[in-house]
Structure formats: C-alpha cells, structure tokens
C-alpha cells in the first residue's frame, strides 16, 4: 500500500475490511525503517506495540466489534506527552529513559478511537524552541529539504508526517510549536482553542499557553484527529467543559459571506515578500469561493512576543522546578541535598531551558514582577481585546503562518533571532484562540509556505471551513517523494 | 502584588487594610531588665488540616498514620504532566469556616508559592495569596475579648521529612527520607490580626479556634498529630503606645501550653532587647520546647523571593452565594452558642470549667436533655462533667439521667451510689437507674435503721463519741469523716453522709 493515503481512507478501508490495521502499520514500519535514519523524527519507534495494538484493532473488526473512528491509523505522538510504560523524555537529558506510570488523556483519546501509536517523535527540549535544535538527542531535519530544519518544537511531529511515516501525529503548541513546523515541512498544524484539549499528561512549558493539537497531510484529516482528542476533562481543571465539536461534517460547507480580515501588522516588516504575497493569493482564493476579504489592524499582535516571552518562560521556571533529581528523572550524586539538585539540573537542561528558566525566575522577582510579567499580562489583555474587536467585524482572519520559510540548520545562533520565528503566532495562544497553518505555495527557493487562519475561541468549525477552502485553491506543490528532492 | 518600592505610610495587613491593636482588660506587660514596661500585641495563624476524604488537589487518601509513601498519586508526587483539580469538599470546609465566623467569602484564585525543598514535590506550593476564599472574620473569646480573622485560606500540604545524621536539619544531614503522604492534604490557614494581648488570649483563642473547627466538621483539631498547628506572631511595645514594631514568627509551637510559654518567653526576649538599644529584627524564630527558648531560623534577608504568580493550571473559585447560603444555614450551633445556652440553663457562668468541658466535649445536647426532661441542673453538670467524662463523651439517653439525678435529689440515691448506677446505665442504656440501684440493693435506709447503726458505733467507740461529743467545730469536724465512714461500712455504702453527719450532730447537742 502507499503510505500517501489519507487517515480518513485508511480508517474508511480498515472498517470495511478491505485492508488489515496490521498490513498498514507494517507499510508505515516500512518507511520508518528506509527514512528514519536520514530525518530522525523519532526519539523511539514502538514498532512492536504498534503492531499488537493492529492486530488487536483486526480481531476486533473480525469479530463485529465496535470499532472508534481512528482505528487502524497510525500515528505519530510528540515525546511530551506521557505514555504509560513508553519512554516520555521531552528530548531532554534530565528524562531521559523515564517511564510514565499512566497515560496523557489524550493519549487515552488516541487508543479509544482505536489509532496505533509507532512512536515518540523528537522536539526542542521541553518543547522550547523553534527547530528542533534544541533537543538532547540530535536535530531532527526537514522532509522537503533535509539540509534544513523541519521548525519546531514540535518537529519531530511534522516531519514525520512530511515523510509519510504516519499520516497523523499529535504536536503541542505554546507559542507556534505546532503551526510553525507544519509550515515549515508543508502539513496542516492545528492549535487548538485553550481549554478544547485536556492537557492532562502533557509535561508543562507554559500552562496558561501550552495546548495540544493534530498535525496532519489534509485539513480533513485534522479535523478528524480533533474530534477524537478534544472534549472536557475532569482532570484538567481549565478544560473547557463541553463536549468535543462536530468538524468533519462541517466542512465542505463552504466560505460563501465568510467574512476574512488580514491582520495588517502580519503583513508588513520582517515577513518574506514571497510569503505575503502567498497569503494575498490565499485571501484572493477565499473571495473567490464567495468569502469577503478586508486588511484589519489588530494593533496589540507586534506586542505579542515580548509579552510572550516573558510570561511563557516565567511559567516555564515555575514548572520546572520539579525536575530536581528527588523523585524522578536524572540525578548526579553530591555531597548534599541542595547541591545533588544543583547538579542535576546543571548537568540534565541544555541551554535554551535554563536561559528561559533565568528569564522567567527574573520576571517573577520581587522589585520586578510589575515591570515584567505584571506589565506582560497586561500586554496579553490588550491582545484579548484587540482580537475581540477584530472578531466583532470578521469570522476568521489571515495572515502568514511564519516571517521565513525553513532556514538551515545551525544557521541561526542568536536566541532572539530565533524567538522572531513565533512573530505570526504567539498572539493566537496570549488571546487562547485557535489556528491552523494550511500549506499554501511555496518561495523561490521551493519550499513550502503556510498561511495562517485565525478564529475565537471555540471557532474551530469556521476556521476548518476556511482551511479547507484554501487547500483546495493551494498551488499544486512539485510531485513526488517529498523526502527525494 | 508587593514590590520591593513599596513604603506604605499606614502599617496595612496582607490585604491593604490598616492595622489596628484593640485594648484589652488582659494585657500581657513585660519588665525589661531596666525596669521598663512592655505590651504584648500578638497575632496567630493556625494551619488547620482538613477532614476531606481526598487530598486538595488529587484523589489520593487523606489519611493520617498510614505507611509512608503509601496515600500518594502521580499528582501528589508532582509526576511531570500531572495537573491540579480543586477538592470541592476542601473548598466547602473553607467556606463553613468563613460562615462560623461571620467572614465574608469571596471569589478566590490559587497563587503558586515557589521554593525548593526536597518534601515538596513540585517545588512549588499551591496556595491563596492575594485573593483569599475568606475575609474579614472575627472570633469572640469565652471571655468577651474579640480577636479578628484577616483571613482563611485553601492550600497544599508539603510531605515530610526526616533528616538522618547532622543536627537532623537538611543541613549537615548523611541523607533525608521524605514521606508524600501528607503532601497534598489540604489546609486552611486562618490569619487572625494582631488583636491576641496576653498569653492566656493565645491559649483561649487556639482552643475556641479548635472548638468551631472541631464542631462544624471542619478538621479533627488534633495538634498532637500535627492537623493543628500554630505560628505566634509576636511584637511588644511601650505600655500604653500606639506603636507597631518589628514582630517575629514563632514556629513549632504544638500545644497550648507551649504557645503561652514561647509567647511570655518572646515578649520578654524582645522587650529586653528594645531596653538594652537593640533592634528586633523581622524573622522566623523556632521554639525549643526543651530549652524553653526561641531561636532564629532564617532572618527576612535570608527568606526566599517566593515569586508568587497566579497558578495557570486553576481557574478562579468563585462559589455561588446561594451555594453559601446554603452552608451558612446548615451550621452547626457553634461553641459559644451552646456554652450560653448550657450556662443559661445552670445559672453557671459561661466559663465555668464544667460548662466548658461539657460543650468541649460535644456532651452539651445530652445535658440539655436532661435539663429539659426536669433534672437539677447542678447535678447533671457534676454527672457530665465529671462522671461521663470518657473518651469522646459517654453517651446517656436524657430522660434516664434525669431519672438517677431525680432519685438522688429525693435521697434514693445517695451521690456514691449514683455515680455507680450511672457507669451501668452507660454500659447498658436499656436498663432503668430504679431497675439498677435495686439490683444492687441500693434501696434508702430510713431513718431509723440509720439511727440503731449510729447508735451501734457510739457504743462500741466511746472515747472518740466523747471527744467528739465535747470538742470545739474543728474537733468535731474531724471525727464526722471517723463516723460517718464507720456507718458507711456498717451499712455498705447504703447509708447518705449528709443524712448520718446530721443524726450524729443532733445526738451529740442532744
């Protein structure tokens, strides 16, 4: 079989047994195996769950069981999520080989809708940074360019679904984590609206922020993954409390008096002319499929990332706090208590962490919490406000998913330099919004550009809608093995 | 949020308000070594344990005693991914607090308290800063004197440690056991203001603090397992003065009697210092119970920036005023109420020990029962305070204690004989105090029978009758207890004092 196909047309063949959940697995084990060693998606590939998990998922349907809307499908899931009796490391040394004793909700999610998990993909360390350079265990690179880095955090994720090694996976976003890498490796990245996914089991970066979300090949596809992760759950007290929204059958309905605003300070400074000039095309797209389209201000987005990268990090050095070398995770043995955490937590982060752990411990003191994280949170009701007023006029807006298309990898060494890659993106979390980055077009150089649809918060069905309208107008993309440029 | 720039004019408490010391009939003066004279003004915050099944943020056991590490969860463990759940009982006790002393409850929001330490789990703990669930209480002493509660707040626990080798600090120590059992069990910590001025306050204050708790099902109260524990803030100043000075938290301080001593101790400590020009110094101190001293634990220089930030994984716990009202109105009568209602009844004060002890003990209902079934007050008081006075308050249906307290006023029974039909009437409630007192041939001697058993004795002990006979009030006085208990083995106990004391002192004037 080809590894190409769709997740809603594998599960549609598996359900109707034309095709084993054990054959798949083993065609997506296949590739795995061929491409692995050149992308390093994955920190590990649970092959052999993978395939008990299908054989289970083929006795049940030979049986006239039940079977959930995902079943057969494989999927790849970000290392920070927790897996019971998987390794769950967040691509960082200090948990390095630790063995959850239960599962993520959403990972419950996952083998509820009977979806078979190959394995835990690679991100930046505790999901903190923009290119997967940061994680302990070696970069993961760009299906469409493998010179490249494939965006982050959650790149592990997006490239593997890039190189057909899963049709879906399962990413986290912060700041862009997942829309940013979707760009970049030309997949739909979904962040989901605060609250729609339990984050029960998802190792904290940012709490006020973090949300998990499906990346996927086609919008359809995401939608499908949504619907089965999202809905309330009482062990994530900010959970939204409703049942998880109807997606898929929404959205072929279509853009017609869809009302689009292109967030004009998108538009401008710092973002690549070749990925404006993708999302004008994109926004021509829609009101040609009957949506209107209008340029917005929404003033307080160009303030989005200071404000982001102060109470993100400030929440970071709270969360963090936990890996001391006490209950789990590394240790490095010293003379004392105080000095074994010291120790450990010197020798388990990398770099990025304990710069944002300083920056967030910084923000919070004392003499300077109501310059910094204080003033932040402002900043971060300004934006609320912004978007509502935006919202009061417009259905969805538009603007790029990211400033660049997928730089090098080890071509950016200063961290600011770095942070701009969340420019387009950190606004949506601040506001807790959604979003999903579409592929659409690509640069001069080729490689793919994602354009971003916003919507408030619970809009998700309009915001598929939109999407799906535009990956039906996207430029045809070069065929071919993406892996093989 | 406070800054290091704040300089607020108008000494205010955690909440912005004004800090105010009220007078007292009962203030604590210290004598500093030169003879100058120091005030007390104190202030308490008691941490309470709650009595909820689970934990405050997990469904974990909140059990006490259990084996280590054994009432613990991925989230008590702070296992990384885990997240916070409110416990709504925990949320519910807070609340009955708040309505017990007449506090304002209001919308609340969890702050997270950041510091490392090895029994705490996350490294940081979940707790009420700014915004507490309760506000603005007060509490009325037994003696009349009103302490205010600034606040009541919802917080974690943190596990426990125990320090092996060293001076059994984490400082020095070879290697530290932690047990996560008590990590996560859930807190109210009730901040009184600076209104406690004596010792003897402290100590009142705590136990009627203890008392509401206790009655209202809020938490067992028990200090010596630690579901009670007190810090005393403490400051003197000049006798008579308007002045706040610098104050000094006392910790380990875990029983009454320990928080009145660490109180005197550190009040005089103080005033000492203040006499000889030196400075207190704002810190934590740590009572010694053994040397009877406080010593200094960490100064406010050394004390951790805790960074307090709203925690994320929480939304804000507003409850709904009909929710409140609804729990105002499912109190209990509190404490001072019935010790009223008890003292109305006896015509004892408010205070006596008997009256205290009865409703202390929750035995209040039963003496009121047998009050209203028609029992003289004073002896039901007796019976209760002193002859049921078990573990937990033996249990006696009003109408038979009624029935015993009617047999003894009307001589039946005489009070030795009472008190053991009683403890029969206990161990069998079915049986009738008439029923018991036949069985064991308690039936009352009548006069006459008394009179040949007197006159039986003073025959066979003429030299002591003589004595007695002649001597002066105190002589006589003395020989009554040497009859009286020559009767009462004559007669098996049978016999009423009161009535042979009278009989020998009739025979003897005759």
């Excluded at chain 1, 992308?39 to 993978?50: M, Q, Y």
């Excluded at chain 1, 010291?342 to 920056?359: Q, S």
């Excluded at chain 2, 004019?9 to 308000?17: A, F, K, M, Y």
């Excluded at chain 2, 005089?268 to 210092?273: P, V």
Aim: aromatic share 4%.
């Amino acid at each position: 079989m080809s590894t190409a196909e769709s997740a809603i047309d594998i599960a549609a063949a598996i359900r109707a047994g034309g095709r084993s959940a054990v054959e798949v697995t083993e065609a997506h084990l296949a590739r795995i195996t061929e491409h692995e060693p050149t992308i390093h998606a994955f920190n590990e590939v649970t092959a052999e769950s993978a395939l008990a998990a299908a054989a289970e998922i083929d006795r049940a349907i030979a049986a006239g069981e039940p079977v959930g809307p995902l079943a057969g499908v494989p999927i790849a899931v970000k290392d920070n999520l927790c897996t019971k009796g998987i390794a769950t490391t967040c691509s960082s040394k200090m948990l390095e080989g630790w063995i959850p004793p239960y599962d993520a909700t959403v990972v419950q999610r996952l083998a509820a809708a009977g979806a078979i998990t190959v394995g835990k993909t690679n991100l930046d360390e505790f999901a903190m940074g923009s290119s997967t350079e940061t994680s302990a265990f070696g970069v993961t690179r760009n299906p469409v360019d493998h010179t490249r880095v494939p965006g982050g955090s959650s790149g592990g994720s997006a490239a593997a679904v890039a190189a057909q090694f899963a049709p879906l996976a399962l990413g986290t976003d912060t700041g862009g984590s997942i829309r940013q890498p979707a760009a970049f490796c030309g997949v739909v990245g979904v962040k989901p609206t605060y609250g729609l996914v339990s984050r029960y089991g998802l190792i904290a970066y940012a709490s006020s922020l973090d949300q998990v979300g499906p990346l996927a090949n086609t919008v359809a596809d995401a939608a499908l993954l949504l619907e089965a992760i999202a809905g309330h759950d009482a062990a994530d007290a900010t959970s939204i409390p409703q049942e998880a929204p109807r997606l898929v059958e929404h959205l072929d309905d279509g853009v017609a008096g869809l009302r689009v605003g292109i967030i004009t300070e998108l538009m401008g400074d710092g973002i690549d002319p070749d990925i404006i000039a993708q999302v004008r095309a994109a926004a021509e797209a829609l009101a040609a499929a009957g949506a209107t389209v209008e340029e917005v201000s929404v003033p307080a987005v160009s303030h989005g990332l200071s404000a982001y990268y102060l109470i993100g990090p400030a929440e970071a050095s709270s969360n963090l706090a936990r890996f001391d070398g006490v209950r789990f995770g590394l240790r490095v043995d010293a003379p004392t208590t105080n000095e074994m955490m010291v120790a450990t937590r010197t020798a388990g982060f990398g770099d990025e962490v304990k710069r944002r752990i300083m920056l967030g411990t910084y923000a919070l003191s004392a003499g300077y919490y109501d310059a910094f994280y204080g003033k932040a949170q402002k900043v971060r009701t300004l934006i609320c406000r912004d978007f509502a007023t935006a919202y009061e006029r417009f259905d969805v807006l538009l603007s790029p998913t990211t400033p660049t298309t997928a730089f090098e990898i080890g071509s950016i060494a200063d961290p600011l330099t770095m942070y701009l890659n969340d420019t387009c993106t950190t606004a949506t979390n601040m506001a807790g919004d959604c979003a999903i980055s579409v592929p659409f077009g690509t640069d001069a150089a080729g490689l793919p550009i994602g354009v971003q649809v916003l919507a408030p918060a619970l809009g998700e069905a309009t915001m598929f809608r939109a999407a799906v309208a535009l990956e039906a107008a996207a430029p045809a993309l070069a065929q071919g093995e993406p892996d093989h440029r | 949020m406070t800054t290091a720039t704040d300089s607020p004019r108008v000494p205010t408490d955690s909440l912005g308000n004004p800090i105010t010391v009220p007078d007292s009939d009962d203030i604590l003066v210290v004598e500093a070594s030169d003879g100058s004279r120091w005030e007390l003004v104190c202030g308490l915050e008691v941490h309470a344990e709650l009595a909820t099944v689970t934990k405050m943020f997990s469904g974990a056991p909140n059990n006490f005693g259990d084996d280590p590490n054994t009432n613990v969860d991925p989230v008590t463990l702070g296992l990384p991914g885990t997240l916070p759940v409110v416990n709504q009982r925990a949320v519910e006790l807070a609340i009955r607090f708040g309505c017990a002393v007449g506090a304002e409850v209001r919308r609340s929001v969890f702050s997270r308290k950041n510091y490392f330490y090895p029994d705490m789990p996350k490294n940081f703990q979940i707790s009420q800063f700014d915004l507490p669930i309760v506000v603005a209480g007060e509490l009325e002493l037994p003696d009349g004197h009103v302490v205010g509660i600034e606040r009541a707040h919802l917080e974690e626990d943190t596990g426990k440690s125990t320090h092996v080798g060293g001076a059994g600090r984490i400082t020095g120590a070879v290697h530290s056991l932690v047990d996560h059992n008590r990590a996560g069990v859930p807190l109210l910590e009730i901040v009184s203001r600076p209104h406690v001025r004596s010792a003897e306050q402290a100590r009142q204050y705590v136990a009627e603090l203890r008392a509401i708790l206790v009655a209202c099902g809020i938490s067992d109260g028990k200090m010596e397992e630690g579901s009670m524990r007190v810090d005393a803030n403490i400051s003197v100043r000049p006798e008579g003065s308007d002045d706040l000075n610098s104050r000094c938290e006392i910790k380990n301080v875990n029983s009454l009697r320990s928080l009145g001593r660490a109180i005197e101790y550190e009040a005089k400590r103080q005033a000492d210092l203040h006499a000889t020009g030196g400075k207190v110094v704002q810190e934590t101190r740590h009572w010694d119970e053994t040397d009877g001293r406080t010593h200094t634990m960490r100064s406010k220089e050394d004390a951790d920036d805790y960074r307090y930030f709203p925690e994320p994984d929480l939304v804000p716990v507003d409850p709904d005023p009909a929710w409140v009202a609804e729990i105002a109105a499912s109190l209990p009568m509190l404490p001072a109420a019935r010790r009223a209602r008890l003292a109305d009844l006896t015509g004892e004060p408010g205070t006596a020990e008997a009256v205290v002890a009865i409703v202390d003990r929750g035995q209040d209902d039963q003496a009121v029962g047998a009050i209203q079934a028609g029992a003289e007050p004073r002896r039901v008081l007796v019976h209760i305070a002193q002859n049921l006075a078990g573990e937990g308050g033996a249990e006696l249906p009003a109408d038979r204690l009624a029935e015993l307290v009617a047999m003894e006023v009307s001589g039946d029974l005489t009070a030795t004989q009472a008190k053991q039909v009683l403890a029969e009437l206990v161990a069998d409630p079915s049986l009738t105090a008439a029923a018991v007192a036949k069985a064991k041939g308690f039936e009352a001697m009548d006069t006459g029978a008394l009179e040949v058993a007197i006159d039986e004795i003073i025959a066979a002990n003429p030299t002591e009758w003589e004595q007695f006979r002649t001597g002066d009030p105190k002589v006589r006085g003395k020989l009554t207890g040497f009859f009286v208990g020559k009767v009462m083995k004559a007669t098996k106990g049978q016999a009423d004092g009161k009535a042979a004391t009278a009989l020998l002192n009739q025979k003897a004037t005759a």
